[in-house]
């Protein structure tokens, strides 16, 4: 798990210092850096696992040079810089990775007792923490906090696609082999997990009962589509995925994110999106749970970022970052709890404490409260 994060030159995030709690959320406007955050998360873990260029070519980038597409406002002079601090595995974690032109490593340390980061085995195209991992497995469960990362934005449309069937798959970013995973979570031998998704699943939607599935044939051989079983039918009727609602989709795919086999720390994108406020609030507290390590696998960290009101109302204050930006000086992050006068302020209806927090001026006192526009 990530505790403090500093971000230097990566895209809008000039000079960022932020910490980060087990479950973390991250509210403001329209490209105020929230998405930048969990990107640079997730590029840093890419680092420990790609080459180098690799690693910093993003979805929708463009052209062979994606360090000038991510460096803060195309300065290539300019280094890209990490600073982690955390825990894995009971361990005690700090790192810190530069990133020039080029790509290269301009500087990387892990003081990390007994283990070394690897020197010669190392080029300038790849990190040293890539490196070593490669000789010295035994590193990857003490860098997890920050190397273990996915990252998350469900499509109800990809969640709805038939899907080849693999071995032991994780849920993608989009969900677009939604099935491949709920299939092999149907078909493995953890009874106890499967139990527990479905009784996830008729709890927050009770007019369903459980899940099946469909082989298709495809072209290359069979695949497999998902069915939802409606509750109270004898004998068993089932909803094709295709014909679900966005909601129990969407709802499916969080409890696959947490009863599947994914990675230390969830970045997820507006888990809001296709979801009842009432589901919405199931979803929130799904995730926290799993960030106490009450449900699923193993406590993951979650960060999510959203732009929904109504999600202020069902988290606790220090777990809230505010992101705000200035043109010339980039990205700043404010900790929910330093508000002024938060204790009053929270007494406002949620558009207007958010449209206070995110939209207004320069955070004040509730003295300096306008009203949301209508």
């Known amino acids: 798990m990530i505790t403090q994060l500093t971000v230097r030159n990566f895209r809008c995030l000039q000079d960022v210092t932020t910490t980060l709690s087990p479950?973390?959320?991250?509210i403001g406007s329209n490209d105020s850096g929230k998405s930048s955050l969990l990107d640079a998360i997730y590029t840093l873990?890419?680092?420990?696992?790609?080459?180098?260029?690799e690693s910093l070519v993003t979805e929708g980038s463009h052209g062979p040079t994606p360090f000038e597409e991510l460096v803060w406002q195309r300065n290539?002079?300019?280094?890209m810089v990490w600073r982690v601090q955390g825990d894995s595995r009971g361990k005690r974690?700090?790192?810190e990775l530069a990133v020039r032109a080029g790509p290269y490593v301009r500087f990387e340390k892990l003081p990390l007792h007994p283990v070394h980061l690897v020197a010669s085995a190392a080029t300038p195209r790849e990190?040293?923490?890539?490196?070593?991992?490669?000789?010295?497995?035994?590193?990857?469960?003490?860098v997890a906090g920050f190397t273990s990362v996915g990252k998350y934005r469900f499509d109800p449309r990809a969640l709805r696609r038939v899907a080849p069937i693999a071995a032991d798959p994780q849920i993608s970013s989009s969900g677009d082999n939604f099935a491949a995973a709920l299939d092999a979570l149907l078909t493995g031998p953890d009874r106890a997990t499967l139990r527990a998704f479905e009784l996830g699943l008729r709890e927050a939607i009770p007019t369903l009962a459980g899940v099946s599935m469909r082989?298709?044939?495809?072209?290359?051989g069979f695949g497999k589509?998902?069915?939802?079983?409606?509750?109270?039918t004898r004998p068993p009727v089932t909803v094709p995925a295709s014909s679900a609602s966005e909601g129990a989709l969407l709802f499916a795919a969080f409890l696959m994110l947490t009863y599947g086999a994914t990675p230390d720390i969830l970045l997820i994108e507006e888990p809001e999106n296709g979801l009842h406020p009432s589901r919405l609030e199931a979803v929130i507290a799904l995730l926290r749970s799993v960030s106490e390590g009450e449900v699923g696998v193993r406590p993951r960290q979650v960060i999510f970022t959203t732009h929904s009101p109504w999600v202020l109302g069902h988290v606790k204050p220090e777990e809230v970052r505010i992101f705000r930006r200035d043109a010339e000086k980039g990205t700043e992050i404010i900790p929910l709890s330093s508000v002024p006068d938060l204790d009053?302020?929270?007494?406002?209806?949620?558009?207007d404490l958010w449209y206070f927090l995110t939209e207004s001026g320069n955070i004040g006192t509730m003295d300096d409260l306008r009203p949301a526009p209508r």
């Open 23 to 26: 479950f973390t959320v991250l």
């Open 127 to 142: 990190t040293r923490l890539r490196a070593s991992l490669r000789s010295q497995p035994e590193l990857a469960p003490l």
């Open 215 to 220: 082989a298709v044939p495809l072209s290359n």
């Open 344 to 351: 009053r302020l929270r007494t406002l209806p949620p558009p």
């Open 45 to 53: 873990g890419r680092t420990a696992r790609e080459p180098l260029p």
């Open 93 to 95: 974690f700090a790192y």
């Open 76 to 79: 290539v002079a300019r280094s």
């Open 225 to 232: 589509a998902v069915e939802f079983i409606l509750a109270g």
